[in-house]
């Protein structure tokens, strides 16, 4: 499309939306999207909530394996709620992404790390929908991952970021009435990888157990590039002076 607008294929001729998601690193911008995708189809008809849910039962005893992708990409018909929900989504997945060198082998892992837990203790609190308890999974290890970053909250609460998580987690009380399940569980999720990945290691040698295999960073980032080789002993193989 750039191309078409006379941009030259840089980011002068994008509009302003086009060039905000196309600047997201791509696993943030493709969860987004797929996010935004069923909250639309949902509206629309095409498609009902009860196709999307994780049900253990439902996912081995009838084999509908999508059920355990679907579960992290839908947040409710369209609404405010979504809405805001689809801010924090994009918001701390990308800032997380970006601070691990946009590698999708990386981020991918910790999603797949955390989407896995989830989807162990899920059936534990009859949590049916993961989308949020993922989010809260980031928005936890960012905000640990930035302990002095100062944050407002509606513009009349300002406090640093460790306390973001619990900050939203008091709001979603107010607002619903009920302590939400899912993102006490993303918050757990979430501490889980921040201690395994920042507090652990340092502890024994630098060793951190939660990094990705080296298949999975060859899947992802492909081979890495071999170092450029150095000649040998360079000055001595200089040419003699002649007699």
Not at 2 to 24: K, N, R, S, T
Not at 25 to 36: F, G, K, S
Not at 39 to 53: D, K
């Amino acid at each position: 499309m750039a191309d078409m607008l006379g941009g030259g294929g840089g980011v002068m001729g994008q509009f302003p939306l086009e060039q905000w998601f196309f600047e997201m690193p791509v696993c943030t911008r493709w969860w987004m999207t797929a996010a935004l995708g069923a909250s639309v189809l949902v509206q629309c008809h095409i498609i009902t909530p009860f196709q999307l849910f994780y049900s253990w039962k439902t996912v081995f005893y009838r084999s509908q394996y999508w059920r355990l992708i679907t579960t992290f990409f839908y947040f409710g018909p369209l609404s405010l709620d979504l809405l805001y929900h689809i801010f924090f989504l994009q918001r701390y997945s990308r800032l997380l992404e970006e601070s691990s060198g946009r590698s999708p082998a990386h981020f991918s892992w910790l999603l797949t790390f955390a989407s896995t837990l989830l989807l162990c203790i899920a059936p534990m609190f009859s949590m049916a929908f993961l989308g949020t308890a993922l989010s809260s999974t980031l928005i936890y290890i960012w905000s640990r991952k930035n302990p002095d970053t100062m944050l407002s909250f509606l513009g009349l609460l300002v406090f640093r970021a460790p306390y973001l998580p619990w900050v939203l987690l008091l709001f979603s009380v107010v607002v619903h009435g009920t302590v939400p399940k899912d993102e006490m569980c993303g918050i757990v999720v979430g501490h889980i990888w921040y201690f395994m990945n920042d507090v652990y290691p340092p502890l024994h040698d630098g060793h951190s157990p939660l990094d990705p295999p080296a298949f999975w960073i060859r899947l992802f980032d492909g081979r890495p590039e071999p170092p450029p080789q150095i000649e040998e002993d360079a000055q001595d193989t200089a040419p003699e002076p002649i007699d």
